[in-house]
């Protein structure tokens, strides 16, 4: 019973670590938002991808504190787990935000680069799983700023709208006649 004791502080103490990084990785993400958003204006894409490898990040992070929250039972874990949940809603609400500043710039963008369906097609895959994730957990949804849900919903209109009309890569493997 003692090394339960002992395994259960060390796993909130572990959580609350990864906590602290999540914060960590939630302030990087803010600042290349801010970032992304001041060169979107400027036709840069190289801000929001960096914000989006952060964010990369930061779901890989928070893929591993839910693993780890699932396995602990105790009292003291709820007060971790409401952090754990206000910094994953705020990460869903800067993703939003920046992406639907991103994609409504590109909007009235004339000419997509090259191979932008290719970028496209990843992003439109994120904001699915961020919608179904709201969908499946309606207490997180409505921790969400109102209005959040439809920019969402905009944003997801939008990446599709952006799809159909980007190029895609050329095709340059070789096929044989035969």
């Known amino acids: 019973m003692v090394w339960r004791k002992k395994d ?7 959580i609350a670590t990864m906590l602290v990084a999540l914060e960590k990785q939630a302030r990087e993400a803010a600042h290349l938002a801010e970032k992304a958003h001041s060169h979107a204006s400027r036709d840069s894409y190289a801000g929001y991808f960096q914000f989006r490898a952060k964010v990369e990040e930061f779901q890989a992070l928070i893929a591993l504190i839910e693993e780890r929250l699932t396995r602990m039972e105790d009292m003291h874990m709820a007060e971790l787990n ?4 206000q910094l994953d809603t705020a990460m869903l609400i800067m993703l939003v935000r920046t992406s639907t ?13 090259l191979g932008a369906r290719e970028l496209f097609l990843p ?10 994730r709201l969908m499946e957990e309606p207490e997180h949804a409505e921790q969400m700023i109102p209005g959040v ?27 044989q006649a035969r």
Do not use: C, H, N, W
């Not at 259960?8 to 572990?14: C, D």
């Not at 710039?105 to 680069?113: I, R």
């Open 82 to 85: 409401a952090r754990f949940r």
């Open 8 to 14: 259960m502080t060390a796993g909130r103490r572990e």
């Open 123 to 132: 992003e439109l895959r994120t904001l699915t799983d961020i919608r179904d």
């Open 101 to 113: 500043r991103f994609y409504d710039m590109l909007k009235e963008s004339t000419a997509l680069p």
């Open 149 to 175: 849900a439809q920019a969402l919903e905009d944003a997801l209109a939008t990446v599709a709208e952006l799809i159909e009309r980007a190029p895609s890569l050329p095709d340059f493997s070789q096929k």
